[in-house]
């Protein structure tokens, strides 16, 4: 489980740096891309090839990293067997109620009529 979790946070590492990889590319709009003049240290050849190299490979870790922490996901949490059958005889337990049954309405004479609101019982009559 720990490894597991080792993981998820490099993931989570990888993912924020690539975010921030790809913020800084230049964009056609201008976006908020570092390249600056040519006479800048590296320039922006320089800056847009080393973007471009680090998007692939954070892009490739991103997804080798998803892939193995789902395989561990389904490791961890697999079941020894699976049923693919409803045991219908099995006896439910005592005090449960059928949610999915139509509701019984007991049998009435006649709906009672409601009585009329006197000015004293309704808070809202004036």
């Known amino acids: 489980m720990s490894l597991f979790i080792f993981l998820t946070v490099i993931q989570a590492l ?3 740096t690539l975010v921030g990889v790809v913020l800084m590319q230049r ?3 201008g976006g908020l891309g570092i390249g600056g003049g ?9 800056a847009a090839d080393f973007l471009t190299r680090a998007t692939k490979w954070l892009a490739i ?15 961890e949490s697999s079941v020894g ?8 005889g099995a006896n439910a337990p005592a ?7 139509e509701p019984q ?4 004479a006649a ?5 009329p609101a006197t000015p004293a019982q309704d808070p809202l009559a004036e």
Request: charged share 15%; net charge negative; aromatic share 2%.
């Open 14 to 16: 990888v993912a924020a």
């Open 27 to 29: 964009s056609e709009g």
């Open 38 to 46: 040519s006479s800048s240290g590296i320039g922006a050849r320089g």
């Open 61 to 75: 870790a991103f997804v080798l990293l998803s892939i193995v922490l789902a395989a561990l996901a389904v490791r």
């Open 81 to 88: 067997t699976v049923s693919s059958t409803l045991e219908r």
């Open 95 to 101: 005090g449960a109620t059928d949610l999915l049954a």
């Open 105 to 108: 309405v007991p049998a009435q």
């Open 111 to 115: 709906p009672a009529e409601p009585t």
